[in-house]
């Protein structure tokens, strides 16, 4: 049985930094692109960040460029987003999900086949 489960949320100030942390069982990391998404309340989820198989390749919404950073540790079975410089904005459920697919980063939620139950991180003004 596939899991992944979500850590590191919370409540900060805007500024801040959060790192967040995906922990996968059931499936091998290496084998799967791997993405983040959020979901701000009264919005649909939305694509944060996907990295390819061994971190050669990311991908990021132009709202997290240069703020955020995903990364993986295959060894941990585990991918990161680090989020600096946080903003209000950025308060959401944030989920991580796996691709099996290998095809090529994916920014939309149906490519998925794997999804975490989501940590809230909520930012204040």
């Known amino acids: 049985q596939v899991q992944l489960v979500e850590s590191g949320g919370g409540l900060v100030q805007a500024g801040d930094s959060l790192r967040l942390s995906c922990a996968a069982s059931g499936l091998t990391l290496s084998k799967n692109y791997m993405g983040w998404f959020r979901q701000a309340p009264g919005k649909e989820r939305e694509f944060v960040a996907a990295i390819s198989r061994f971190g050669r390749n990311t991908l990021y919404t132009d709202a997290v460029k240069g703020r955020f950073t995903i990364s993986r540790d295959n060894a941990k079975n585990t991918v990161y987003l680090q989020m600096n410089s946080l903003k209000p904005e950025d308060t959401a459920v944030y989920y991580c999900?796996?691709?099996?697919?290998?095809?090529?980063?994916?920014?939309?939620?149906?490519?998925?086949?794997?999804w975490g139950q989501g940590t809230q991180v909520t930012v204040s003004s």
């Open positions: 999900a796996a691709d099996p697919s290998l095809v090529r980063l994916h920014t939309e939620e149906f490519e998925y086949d794997y």
